[in-house]
């Protein structure tokens, strides 16, 4: 903390895996409560802990650390839940791959955790999120009807229409690392109606 080095921060994700986030500092101690403050940014190695800063600024930094810190720990989480696999098709690709929210980070409920994952390739992904794909809370597919009646080639039949009204085929093992129910449905209301 006093040479101001960078470190890197092996961020337990779940027992013997880790995310590296790097470059991080040490900017205080909290010896009383065990802990470091830790800055993930530039403009967070400049602010005293525990100062007062202004709204927008407290806003971007919240925003850094949404995107240096909370979002690559999720994406490690739901791939090692998923099996790195898309939970619609079972594609096994890491590079075609992504880890979803169900509601989106920019929604109020749309936070970086678990049960707000899904793991999906990236054109059950861009699908999921134009409401051309729903997913009902007990995890069965839904294309929408306007895709279902439609003739074109072997991507629309066997990529979408064919998994509609097909149960997910990749859930996660362990209950606790599944969807929540309630956001499903939260999001395929939103599916419905578009
Ligand atoms: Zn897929």
Same mark, same amino acid.
């Given at each position: 903390m006093l040479q101001s080095a960078p470190l890197i921060w092996f961020y337990g994700v779940r027992p013997g895996l880790f995310q590296a986030i790097f470059p991080v500092y040490l900017v205080g101690e909290e010896p009383a409560a065990d802990q470091f403050v830790m800055a993930l940014t530039e403009e967070q190695r400049v602010i005293r802990p525990g100062s007062r800063i202004e709204e927008n600024l407290r806003r971007y930094l919240i925003g850094m650390t949404r995107h240096r810190l909370h979002q690559p720990v999720f994406a490690s989480q739901v791939m090692a839940a998923y099996g790195t696999r898309c939970a619609v098709c079972s594609l096994g690709h890491r590079e075609l791959f992504d880890a979803a929210h169900i509601i989106p980070d920019? &929604?109020?409920?749309?936070?970086?955790v678990i049960g707000n994952g899904i793991a999906l390739c990236k054109i059950h992904h861009a699908a999921y999120d134009r409401h051309i794909l729903g997913i009902r809370p007990e995890l069965v597919v839904e294309i929408h009807h306007r895709l279902l009646d439609e003739i074109d080639g072997p991507m629309l039949r066997h990529?979408? &229409?064919?998994?509609?009204?097909q149960s997910l085929m990749t859930v996660p093992a362990a209950r606790a690392d599944r969807p929540d129910s309630d956001r499903l449905a939260e999001r395929y209301d939103q599916f419905r109606a578009a």
């Open positions: 920019s &929604q109020l409920r749309g936070e970086a990529g979408l &229409q064919d998994h509609h009204a």
